[in-house]
């Protein structure tokens, strides 16, 4: 089955100038995405052992920390912090818990040329992209900016290292891809029932994220 789109946009928000020109400094690097089950993160580990065979340079997500992301923030404030809670607890009041299934593989920006490697979602789009679409909504009446691209639903598995110029190893990449893609395994699928704002703070190991306010679905 194919995924919500087969060609995925990369996407990240930002805060509105204006809102922090306030006088409020900047606290925390933040997004807001929905968790996936243990299972979900270790089928996906797997597959990351998989692709590691190409010999592309990959920086890669840890399992444990993959997760579907649904707004990047990026610095956000304090009082800020507030208001996106409330914006997240008025969106998540009137949605029931959904599925969320495993789709395929992907790259983009282009397959011959790919940055980042995902892995699509073949259930719960709908669901999904209507949740996105009233919190962007809300977060527009705070000062965010909406995305200039639509938002399609994808679990980023790992961003290839630039430059890479070994095209041998990005066409066995590409081999590996679309021969896990060809495979019928078990269909594997998460049952959504929270919303998480994270912060996220950079080190020299990866991302670290911390959980800053759950809601859950009703």
């Known amino acids: 089955m194919a995924n919500c789109k087969s060609q995925m946009a990369n996407r990240k928000g930002t805060v509105n100038d204006k809102r922090l020109a306030i006088g409020d400094k900047p606290t925390v690097r933040a997004f807001v995405a929905l968790e996936l089950d243990n299972r979900i993160q270790i089928r996906l580990g ?18 444990e920390n993959i997760h579907l992301t649904m707004k990047f923030l990026g610095q956000i404030t304090s ?37 980042v490697i995902w892995a699509g979602i073949k259930e719960g789009c709908k669901e999904t992209i209507q949740f996105d679409k009233e919190l962007e909504a809300r977060l527009q009446t705070l000062g965010f900016t909406p995305e200039a691209r639509e938002f399609r639903p994808h679990l980023t598995l790992g961003r290839i290292r630039l430059p890479h110029q070994d095209k041998k190893s990005l066409r066995r990449l590409k081999e590996i891809i679309l021969f896990l893609n060809s495979q019928t395994a078990k269909p594997l699928k998460t049952l959504a029932a929270q919303v998480t704002l994270f912060q996220s703070t950079l080190t020299p190991e990866g991302s670290a994220y911390t959980p800053l306010h759950k809601v859950f679905l009703r």
């Open 79 to 115: 009082g800020q912090i507030e208001q996106i809670k409330r914006a997240l607890e008025e969106t998540a009041e009137t949605k029931k818990p959904f599925f969320i299934g495993l789709g395929k593989l992907g790259t983009f920006p282009k397959p011959e040329h790919p940055k």
């Open 46 to 63: 797997e597959i990351q052992e998989k692709l590691k065979k190409s010999g592309v340079n990959i920086r890669w997500v840890k399992p």
